[in-house]
């Protein structure tokens, strides 16, 4: 079965920066498109960024577009997030997502497998 594994999050500043790391097992890995999705206290989960099977299409929200950077290590079966310039709305838990399909999505319900989830705490 498919299982991710996030870490890297933390406490950090605003103005710092942070990379997530998403461990994935169970099937090959750079056959399907990832995600990386956020939900911060009382809110809804919300789309963060996602990258294609091979890399080469990502997409990004709008509040993360220049700040953060989505990308795959095929043979390492790891998905990143680089953020930078980090602000305190970027607070919440993190999560990587796996879809059933080579381009990525906005909508978490096209994402068949999901992390436990990172917490990401930036100070203001």
């Known amino acids: 079965q498919v299982q991710l594994v996030e870490s890297g999050g933390g406490l950090v500043q605003a103005g710092d920066s942070l990379r997530l790391s998403c461990a994935a097992s169970g099937r090959t890995f750079g056959t399907y498109a990832m995600g990386w999705f956020r939900q911060a206290p009382g809110k809804e989960r919300e789309f963060v960024a996602s990258i294609s099977w091979s890399g080469s299409t990502t997409d990004y929200a709008d509040s993360v577009k220049g700040r953060f950077t989505i990308s795959r290590d095929n043979a390492k079966n790891t998905l990143y997030l680089q953020m930078s310039s980090l602000k305190f709305e970027d607070t919440a838990v993190y999560y990587c997502?796996?879809?059933?399909?080579?381009?990525?999505?906005?909508?978490?319900?096209?994402?068949?497998?999901w992390g436990q989830g990172t917490q990401v705490t930036v100070s203001s």
């Open positions: 997502a796996e879809r059933n399909y080579v381009g990525g999505s906005r909508f978490a319900n096209n994402y068949a497998y």
